[in-house]
């Protein structure tokens, strides 16, 4: 596997090929699919966290193969990614997720079916809130109240556990892409999460380094970035 840091060249964005490069409406997490686009029916094999470097797009990717830069607008920094892990080791973490939780219906459809359906945790606490006729917190604090009860969920299966007073969940935002093809509107949520965290099980945590966590990854969300506590 490899990481990448990828950085818009100081002098790209004065050059006209750039903006027909990036087009009036185009969405910044094309730009890094663009990176692996040597293969029209390639699977995606990459991760990755969109950032700004004074003002300007970057992005940290985990792939299985090296970004190509077709246009010559980038700056790519890429070494191999081979994390040594232990089991036990607290490490520091930022991650930026799309916090859902997958149901089905109680009830079968006329098929037979039950329909699964994908909730945002903070909406879905929300409308709990609302159904028991309860005063609603502030939205800070609702939000990390339902992040921190996803990550540790999802924690026990991605080889981490975390616990409360470690993780901060914060700047819930909810983003709407337009995608080309078919036109269709894509909703999703994000939540940052930063904190500590203590590994359970290298090799599965070292999966998750690698392939991420949370649904969106193709629209930025999954990718753990760890730091050893020092």
Not at 35 to 61: E, S, V
Not at 132 to 159: H, S, T
Not at 164 to 186: L, M, N, S, W
Not at 192 to 200: A, I
Request: hydrophobic residues 35%; aromatic residues 10%.
């Amino acid at each position: 596997m490899f990481i990448s840091r990828i950085k818009l060249r100081n002098d790209a964005s004065f050059g006209k090929d750039f903006w027909n490069y990036i087009g009036g409406s185009y969405k910044l997490h094309s730009l890094v699919w663009d990176l692996f686009a040597d293969d029209p029916g390639r699977n995606r094999d990459f991760i990755y966290r969109q950032d700004l470097i004074r003002g300007l797009p970057a992005f940290y990717c985990v792939s299985e193969r090296v970004p190509n830069d077709r246009h010559g607008v980038w700056q790519v920094e890429t070494k191999t990614y081979s994390p040594v892990i232990k089991k036990d080791q607290m490490l520091s973490f930022m991650l930026r997720a799309n916090p859902i939780r997958s149901k089905r219906d109680e009830k079968p459809d006329p098929d037979g079916k039950r329909k699964q359906h994908r909730h945002d945790v903070v909406m879905e606490a929300k409308t709990l809130l609302n159904l028991r006729n309860e005063a609603l917190p502030p939205e800070a604090e609702i939000m990390q109240q339902a992040g921190f009860v996803w990550l540790a969920m999802k924690g026990e299966n991605n080889g981490f556990s975390i616990r409360e007073g470690e993780v901060r969940a914060d700047g819930y935002y909810q983003h709407r892409f337009i995608k080309p093809k078919g036109k269709h509107t894509v909703t999703l949520s994000t939540i940052e999460f930063t904190g500590l965290l203590t590994v359970t099980d290298p090799e599965t945590f070292i999966k998750t380094l690698f392939h991420g966590i949370g649904p969106a990854k193709g629209f930025g969300c999954g990718l753990m970035m760890i730091r050893p506590i020092r």
